[in-house]
């Protein structure tokens, strides 16, 4: 079982560029999310879906975009990659019951130069 | 709109000592408390999580946290540390379902403790 998964692992952008990080998960769960981490900031949810085609801006949403077209993924879309946007990124996701803990993938860490 | 602070971000403590980690949060609805742990190039895993059962949580690896409702904290602990739990620590509030609302398990994260054990 491999739960969240996340590619690629490492990435490095030039200001202006774009790029699609990946996200699937193979638990069948209705809820992902996508979070970014910064150093002694924690993690801030960018985005978030509660099912296929349903998608919803978290805290931080400017300068990414998402989508959900299967259960399985939930890829999150730079488009014009700023430096402002070099961070760890972390996708999770969860099952709509009770109160499931989130499940996360080993993150992607992105460098925008 | 909720938040969570965690006091401190380094905590040193040597090889068998009590490990304490603060968390406090700010909730307009009875909350849900996690504590996670993120050890270096990895994701996040769940240490243990508040749900209002009891207030005293034990959760994996000997840790242990407590809630207190006139604090508002959610402090973790271990008795005594291993080198092994050497990692970043963070506590998140999920949004809470209540009358007329909705919960979509949005976590609300601290800003991290470093833990340091030392031989």
Redo the contacts between chains.
Sequence with gaps: NAG?TQTPKFRILKIGQSMTLQCTQDMNHN?M?W?RQDP??????IY?S?GAGIT?K?EVPNGYNVSRSTTEDFPLRLELAAPSQTSVY?C?S?R?M?????H????TRLSIL | AQS?TQLG?HVSVSEGALVLLRCNYSSSVPP?L?WYVQYP??????LL?Y?SAATLVKGINGFEAEFKKSETSFHLTKPSAHMSDAAEY?CAV?DRRDAGGTS?????????TILTVHP
Excluded: I
């Design positions: 969240v809820y999310y979070y002694g900031m924690g993690l801030k949810l978030y509660v919803d978290g972390f999770a969860r709509n009770g109160l499931e803990p989130q996360f993938g080993d993150g | 969570v971000s849900y996690f190039n990895q994701g996040l895993q769940l999580k749900t963070f999920s979509y398990g949005k976590l609300t994260f601290g800003q991290g």
